[in-house]
């Protein structure tokens, strides 16, 4: 196919979104009433995440308010802050039921890993870059450079901030995407093919260790984004993978170089309660590297949600839940407890 110019409305770059208050929707007293008490009917279904859903979440105004935020992710600007939850009155778990309960009024609750992690962590987990089946949220203190997840929507709440550092980032894709097509459309054609993707050690029992997809897909006259340029690069490992062209590399430095430059991205300091939700398919994310003081008990911790958007009627199948459908199998919610001081 012949790549063409997408969801030019979207061609925002950081001049545009320079004002904070533009993509930050700031609770209310009205905001925090409804979700103490939807958080109290929650609590009087179950303590377990998995057991509440959207109907067990009551929300009114609120509500109202979440349903421009999803509108705004997948046709408007793609990303979204959401400032923030009381962390003076609640602790951990309840913090956690409460993201919970806003995202799944955002959307469906998709698996993260082969533990079917549905609720995960994002915190240093003790691995390191050099593993080569570490994945982003495990990795802790260095920096993280643009990428998306696996989902839909990706959400990130902040647990507790890092004693220095850890800002997140995110850039827009679409832009970049357009720009480049305009002066190399050859990179673009090159991230259209359907290209080998790493695994992590979790594919499907008796699977191949990588899978396939493009970076960009057009489907229904929208642009669709998967790019994670280091599980690309690492399919490498694998002999069986098809080999990466010297075009393909270059389209993807190319990427990553224009997520860098600072017209097209945007940082955020989450703070405790803040969170943050990201179109995958329009907006790359990362962070900055950090400094913990974990012997004073501060440790950046943040929950993370992956979600399966209720305003897109129609996906390519590549971008489906068929790729992990396998990490499915069993849904559970990730528990790494805070670090005492």
Do not use: C, F, Y
């Given at each position: 196919m012949i790549p063409?110019?997408?969801?030019?409305?979207?061609?925002?770059?950081?001049?545009?979104?320079?004002?904070?208050?533009?993509?930050?929707?700031?609770?209310?007293?009205?905001?925090?009433?409804?979700?103490?008490?939807?958080?109290?009917?929650?609590?009087?279904?179950?303590d377990d995440l998995l057991a509440i859903g959207r109907e067990a979440f009551p929300l009114d105004g609120l509500l109202l308010?979440?349903?421009?935020?999803?509108?705004?992710?997948?046709d408007g600007r793609g990303f979204v802050r959401i400032a923030a939850l009381d962390t003076a009155r609640y602790g951990d778990d309840d913090l956690t039921m409460l993201y919970w309960g806003?995202?799944?009024?955002?959307?469906?609750?998709?698996?993260?890993?082969?533990?079917?992690?549905?609720?995960?962590?994002?915190?240093?987990?003790?691995?390191?870059?050099?593993?080569?089946?570490?994945?982003?949220?495990?990795?802790?203190?260095?920096?993280?450079?643009y990428h998306t997840d696996g989902s839909d929507l990706v959400g990130l709440m902040c647990l507790r901030a890092a004693k220095s550092g850890g800002l997140s980032c995110v850039a827009n894709v679409v832009a970049i995407y357009n720009d480049l097509l305009a002066r190399r459309p050859d990179l673009v054609a090159a991230l259209y093919e359907d290209l080998p993707w790493d695994f992590r050690g979790e594919e499907p029992p008796g699977g191949k260790p990588f899978y396939t997809r493009p970076v960009f897909t057009e489907h229904d006259g929208r642009l669709f984004v998967r790019f994670i340029p280091q599980y690309i690069k690492a399919s490498q490992r694998h002999a069986q993978a098809p080999r990466l062209s010297g075009l393909t590399l270059e389209a993807l430095d190319a990427v990553s170089a224009m997520a860098n430059d600072p017209a097209y991205n945007v940082y955020m300091d989450l703070r405790p309660g803040e969170m943050q939700f990201i179109n995958n398919y329009h907006v790359l994310h990362g962070r900055t590297a950090y400094e913990d003081d974990v012997l004073h008990g501060?440790?950046?911790?943040?929950?993370?949600?992956?979600?399966a958007t209720r305003s897109l009627k129609s996906r390519p199948a590549t971008f489906d839940r068929v790729v992990q459908s396998h990490w499915a199998r069993n849904r559970s919610v990730s528990k790494i407890a805070a670090v005492a001081p």
């Open positions: 063409r110019p997408l969801d030019t409305h979207v061609n925002w770059k950081s001049d545009d979104v320079r004002d904070t208050a533009r993509w930050t929707v700031t609770l209310t007293p009205a905001d925090h009433r409804e979700l103490d008490h939807a958080l109290a009917v929650a609590r009087s279904v179950s308010k979440l349903r421009d935020v999803a509108r705004e992710l997948i806003i995202g799944m009024h955002l959307g469906d609750p998709w698996p993260q890993n082969k533990h079917g992690h549905v609720m995960g962590d994002v915190t240093d987990q003790g691995r390191r870059i050099t593993d080569p089946e570490a994945r982003g949220n495990e990795l802790g203190l260095i920096a993280l450079d501060i440790k950046r911790h943040l929950k993370r949600l992956w979600l």
